[in-house]
């Protein structure tokens, strides 16, 4: 589904991608982990087109992505909930969700969308400053939705959550996977990671280092966790 293939870049001075080649299929969760700092934001930020003078290629379906706007990338159907959340503190989830949606979503009806997350019915009136860092992040998941992406990109969604929430949103990810979305996720949370991914990518030094089965990555987990994410 979205295909990563040699994106270097950076800011300026700082060459940041090295390289990055990934694939995140339809139907599975990828996850991304790596030490602070190897480009894991980055990477993100490149497929959204927010990373000016990439080089490599992004392609969605074999759609050629490279070069366009976000808000070109955000309609060929990549939804992206970017790390901190972003949600506009004064405006209410009803409004949050109406910002950026051109037209009423075909996959995620109300019903459809409340059902996969139902706190946030019951919050419409509220104000995004009002609600939990859990709420606000299913809020962010639920904003990305409502513009029918095939492809979801997660940076560190469980930051800040308590335990019970992490597992929630799991099962929000899993679900999500289980809809045929493509899930990208960016962590730092193992236990998020190796609950919810299909296949576990390492990033080290703006390079994909590392590929494993969820399963496979427990089997190694020490060794792997030695060498690449131990600071
Ligand atoms: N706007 C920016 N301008 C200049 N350098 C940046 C900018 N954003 C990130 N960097 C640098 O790029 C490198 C990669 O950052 P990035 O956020 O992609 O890493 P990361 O793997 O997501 O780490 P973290 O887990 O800390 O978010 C870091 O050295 C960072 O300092």
């Known amino acids: 589904m979205l295909a990563l293939r040699g994106l270097a870049g950076g800011y300026r001075g700082a060459r940041?991608?090295?390289?990055?080649t990934l694939d995140a299929p339809a139907g599975q969760v990828t996850a991304v982990i790596g030490r602070n700092g190897v480009g894991k934001t980055t990477t993100l930020r490149a497929v959204m087109g927010l990373l000016p003078g990439v080089e490599g290629e992004v392609t969605l379906a074999g759609e050629r992505l490279t070069?366009?706007?976000?808000?070109?990338?955000?309609?060929?159907?990549i939804g992206y909930v970017p790390e901190g959340r972003q949600v506009f503190p004064d405006l209410t989830v009803e409004?949050?969700?109406?910002?950026?949606?051109?037209?009423?979503?075909?996959?995620?009806?109300?019903?459809r969308l409340f059902a996969l997350l139902p706190n946030l019915r019951e919050r419409l009136r509220n104000l995004g400053r009002a609600l939990s860092g859990g709420e606000?992040?299913?809020?962010?998941?639920?904003?990305?939705?409502?513009?029918?992406?095939r492809v979801l990109l997660l940076d560190e969604p469980s930051q800040g959550l308590a335990p019970m929430v992490v597992r929630e949103l799991a099962a929000v990810l899993?679900?999500?996977?289980?809809?045929?979305?493509?899930?990208?996720?960016?962590?730092?949370?193992?236990?998020?990671?190796?609950?919810?991914?299909?296949?576990?990518?390492?990033?080290?030094?703006?390079?994909?280092?590392?590929?494993?089965?969820?399963?496979?990555?427990?089997?190694?987990?020490?060794?792997?966790?030695?060498r690449w994410l131990t600071m």
Request: proline share 6%.
């Open 16 to 20: 940041v991608l090295q390289g990055v």
């Open 67 to 77: 070069g366009r706007p976000p808000h070109l990338v955000a309609r060929a159907g």
């Open 95 to 111: 409004e949050n969700l109406r910002v950026g949606q051109r037209r009423p979503s075909r996959q995620w009806p109300p019903e």
């Open 136 to 149: 606000q992040q299913m809020l962010a998941i639920a904003r990305a939705l409502v513009t029918d992406p």
């Open 174 to 226: 899993r679900r999500l996977a289980g809809e045929g979305v493509a899930v990208l996720l960016v962590e730092q949370n193992l236990r998020l990671t190796e609950a919810v991914a299909d296949r576990i990518l390492i990033m080290a030094k703006g390079q994909v280092v590392h590929e494993a089965s969820a399963a496979a990555f427990a089997a190694e987990e020490e060794a792997v966790r030695h």
